[in-house]
């Protein structure tokens, strides 16, 4: 093609579309494959046909006789002789039901189905986690409040969706978090001198400092490092997802979000792309009422988060986020559900479930919960909302209602309860008295890690500032080494 | 230097030009040059260059990618994909939707996981929706997570101002890209150099923004082998020279060298500098062509605010104050959208007469000695 043909061309696929386009390039060149239909872009629908290199697209080329539907590439459509409106006030789509298998007095709910039973053990870990969980929260938070620290944002409120969720993963299932998921990190073995360490930016927290608080990772642990642009974690979980689904790896990708973030460009991206390219990825929606002061109702206009997944092509589910036992069991199947092995193997599988054998694909799955705590330590939310509200959140804490649901059955009681929380608490303060007594990273590690490694202008760079603190010595905090 | 894996290039390709383009190549490089000598060997077009280092990098590499809109089976709106997705399927050869700041999202998530994935953005200009991708993330992220997380990837993509293409499609990033910390910036420029630099930045452990020019792709010149890996920070001398050091990167380079064939018919000797690397300058060459020069004329396709050029003037200015005789030129694009009809598309870049000028005005004096 000459020069210029190419230009018009790049221009036009901008303005029309890639499908027309295609259809140019077809006439333009007088490629092989004359007919506009054997250019177009195959969907990845199945991983046999992603993985093959040479397999052609199977749309139709010729309408099919009689006006039965219309057939473009947009798909195959019946028609219809009214003028109706689907979907906004006057015709909504019905709303997605909550799971939910324990209720909020902590009692079975009597025909849920739990493909995934607790046992004791499992029950006890995770409820302890979550116990521990809100201690940490509680305790970090009023750490911060004493200003040792500079900020901090609790999960209260939402410990069964961190845990239930985590509990369900596989822990090399690579977790994409937004901020308010540090009980998956507890549940995976991170310890409160790790998260001390972290929100204290000391030496010792391998972070070197860099990020602030709560911005944890641990590439060990499979959590990427937090970064405070809220819904960029969802397109990296799809390139994460596509990276397994490219090697064969049994693993998922799992991007946490919340209902503010949902709103995001980056999140409308993530959910078509995973969608279009079968990536197995977990969407977990933390809808939490909140963002900051911006409520539910205020953020979108239909069914919620889980509303929309179905119009993407993908599974979805909602589920009460206070809930752990229903948390789990959602999580384990839409994982299995990702990976394209159908619901797994569990004791009664649910009936009526479609298995979603064989494409490997993601799935949504939307918590619904309630951000009982104030958005961060740079928030007080007695600004817009009331406390009766508040107060009456924090009697559906999610933590005292799976502590029912064990008590009822006789794996816990109040004196494990009160050594469990008296102990973690010994611990929590103990972990910030060792990390605030590490001295912070030196001055000279400031500007390493931008590249690989140190090119010559910050090395000079370096050379300057550490030359100009050595001279001026009171202008470096006593508690950070300059070298 | 910057620990990318490269090879150092043949100690030819830093003197002058390539064989295949020792003749001044025209503003207007869609034109054949016709030179005898290298009718035995092989021309290819920048496109085909870039290509094969796609192509042989993927080859080396499994964890080598590609994705962006209409790159797979369409071959890439410039082609530089063309049939790949044959040979290493759909899912190596990844089509996208349309969305900039979601496979740049889902590039870094692939580069975070293991993958070096090449993320091409049809037009340099749609990657300022991706812009949020790419500074927060892309370049942030080995510095926040203290290095144990990198992202490994090459962004390209054709840019610069070409023929009418309107001033949304006539976008020059580098000028905005620039600042981010973390990212390192390539253009390339000719066959040679981009086909050797796009196979540096591929194998580079830092994320690299590679900058083609929209009006290079059908430039004939030579590639190297598939072991020609160029360094990603070294600029290159184009031509040596005395009176004036002419400093420029991309589509430039050949407005200057055409007013450099001016130049020299008036007994002027430039010397002329491509910078290849826009982020970081190659400081050790730039300060020894003015040190032999004592003169700093920087052309460019950016804006004249905010551009590369304004940052190496900033930086000539403070390490080579004393080396100069002259204050540093800054030949630039005008702070005006790019108008579509041609004779302002024109007024608004610069064109080779503005060089010429400048360097008379610059050196003046001494064509008086030399004649």
């Known amino acids: ?52 290199a040479n397999t052609t697209t199977t749309t139709p080329t010729c309408p099919s006789p009689g006006d039965a539907f219309l057939e473009v590439p947009g798909g195959k459509l019946p028609f219809t002789s009214a003028i109706q409106f689907v979907g906004g006030s006057d015709s909504p789509a019905p709303t997605i039901p909550c799971y939910r298998t324990i209720d909020s007095a902590g009692q079975d709910v009597p025909d849920a189905q739990v493909p995934y039973p607790l046992g004791q053990d499992l029950a006890l870990r995770m409820y302890t986690c979550m116990a521990r969980l809100q201690t940490m929260d509680t305790l970090f938070y009023e750490a911060q409040r004493q200003g040792r620290f500079s900020f901090y944002l609790t999960c209260q409120g939402e410990e069964a969706t961190n845990i239930g969720s985590a509990a369900g993963l596989d822990d090399k299932d690579m977790v994409f978090a937004q901020y308010r998921e540090q009980g998956v990190l507890l549940w995976r073995g991170y310890t409160l001198d790790q998260f001390a360490n972290q929100l204290l930016g000391n030496a010792q927290e391998p972070g070197k400092g860099r990020q602030m608080p709560i911005h944890y990772g641990s590439p060990e642990l499979a959590y990427q490092t937090i970064s405070s642009p809220l819904a960029t974690q969802m397109p990296h979980a799809v390139g994460a997802a596509y990276a397994y689904k490219m090697d064969r790896l049994p693993q998922v990708s799992v991007a946490y979000f919340g209902d503010g973030a949902s709103s995001e460009g980056d999140a409308h991206a993530a959910f078509n792309f995973a969608a279009v390219l079968g990536a197995p990825t977990l969407f977990v ?25 179905p119009m993407y092509g993908i599974p979805t589910i909602r589920v009460d986020g206070g809930d752990v036992r229903a948390v789990y069991n959602a999580v384990v199947a839409a994982r299995a559900r990702a990976l394209g092995l159908g619901s797994g193997s569990g004791s009664g599988s649910p009936e009526g479930s479609s298995g979603g054998g064989g ?86 590690t400031l500007f390493t890690d931008v590249y690989a490694s140190l090119p010559p202008h910050l090395a000079a760079q370096s050379a300057q500032t550490l030359d100009f603190v050595r001279r001026h010595p009171t202008i470096c905090p006593p508690d950070v080494p300059v070298q | 230097m910057l620990a990318s894996r490269n090879v150092r290039a043949a ?62 089976h369409y071959g890439g709106s410039y082609k530089c994909t063309l049939g790949l997705y044959k040979k290493y399927g759909d899912m190596r050869v990844l089509d996208t939707p349309i969305c900039e700041n979601g496979f740049m999202g889902m590039g870094v998530g692939a580069a975070m996981t293991g993958l070096r994935p090449i993320v091409e ?92 020019h929209v009006l290079l792709y059908n430039v004939k010149g030579e590639a190297g082998g598939a072991d020609e890996v160029a ?34 018919k008036k007994g002027y000797n430039p010397e002329v500098i491509d910078l290849i690397s826009l982020k970081p300058f190659d400081m050790e060459t730039i300060s020894n062509s003015i040190k032999k020069t004592r003169k700093a004329i920087i052309v460019e396709e950016c804006m004249k605010t905010g551009g590369i050029g304004a940052s190496l003037s900033a930086v000539i200015n403070e390490s080579l104050f004393y080396e100069l005789d002259h204050e540093v030129i800054r030949l630039s694009s005008q702070d005006v959208p790019t108008a579509y009809a041609y004779e302002l598309e024109a007024a608004t870049i610069v064109q080779s007469s503005q060089v010429v000028e400048a360097v008379e005005r610059v050196v003046g004096g001494r064509v008086a000695a030399h004649a």
């Open chain 1, 1 to 52: 093609m000459r020069p210029r043909g190419c230009k018009l061309l790049a221009r036009a696929a901008r303005a029309l579309g890639n499908a027309e386009s295609s259809a140019l390039a077809a006439l333009h060149s007088g490629s092989s494959s004359s007919s506009p239909q054997g250019t177009l872009r195959r969907l990845h629908t199945s991983p046999s046909a992603a993985a093959e």
């Open chain 1, 285 to 309: 929606c933390r809808n939490n009422g909140y963002a900051i002061s911006t409520p539910a109702h205020e953020q979108y206009k239909g069914d919620g988060i889980a509303g929309r997944g």
């Open chain 1, 359 to 444: 494409a490997p694909g993601p799935v949504l799955i939307e918590c619904m919960s309630y951000r009982c705590g104030h958005h961060s330590t740079s928030d007080d939310s007695t600004r817009y909302r009331t406390s009766d509200e508040m107060r009456a959140w924090r009697a559906r804490d999610p933590v005292a209602r799976f502590r029912t649901w064990l008590v009822r059955r006789g794996w816990w009681d109040e004196a494990q309860e009160a050594v469990l929380r008296r102990t973690t608490r010994v611990q929590v303060l103990e972990a910030l008295d060792a990390a605030s007594r590490v001295a912070k990273p030196p001055l000279s």
């Open chain 2, 11 to 72: 100690a030819g390709a830093r003197v002058a030009a390539a064989p295949g383009q020792r003749a001044i190549l025209a503003a207007r490089p869609g034109r054949r040059t016709l030179i005898a000598a290298k009718a035995q060997k092989k021309e290819i077009m920048m496109w085909e260059a870039l290509r094969e280092a796609i192509d042989e990098e993927m080859e080396r590499d499994p964890t080598v990618c590609v994705m962006g809109e209409d790159v797979g």
């Open chain 2, 121 to 212: 953005g049809m037009n340099m200009g749609f990657l300022l929706l991706a812009f949020n991708q790419i500074s927060n993330n892309c370049g942030m992220l080995h510095y926040t997570s203290g290095g144990q997380f990198k992202t490994p990837l090459v962004v390209r993509g054709p840019g610069g101002v070409g023929r009418q293409l309107g001033a949304e499609h006539s976008q020059r990033l580098e000028s905005y890209f620039q600042s981010i910390p973390g990212v390192q910036l390539v253009a390339c420029s000719t066959v040679r150099n981009s086909k050797a630099l796009l196979k540096a930045a591929i194998r580079s452990d830092n994320p690299i923004i590679f900058f083609e």
């Open chain 2, 231 to 264: 360094c990603l920070e070294r600029a290159e001398v184009v031509r040596e020279g005395t009176d004036v050091s002419i400093f420029t990167y991309s589509r430039m380079r050949y407005v200057v060298m055409q007013a450099v064939n001016d130049l020299v």
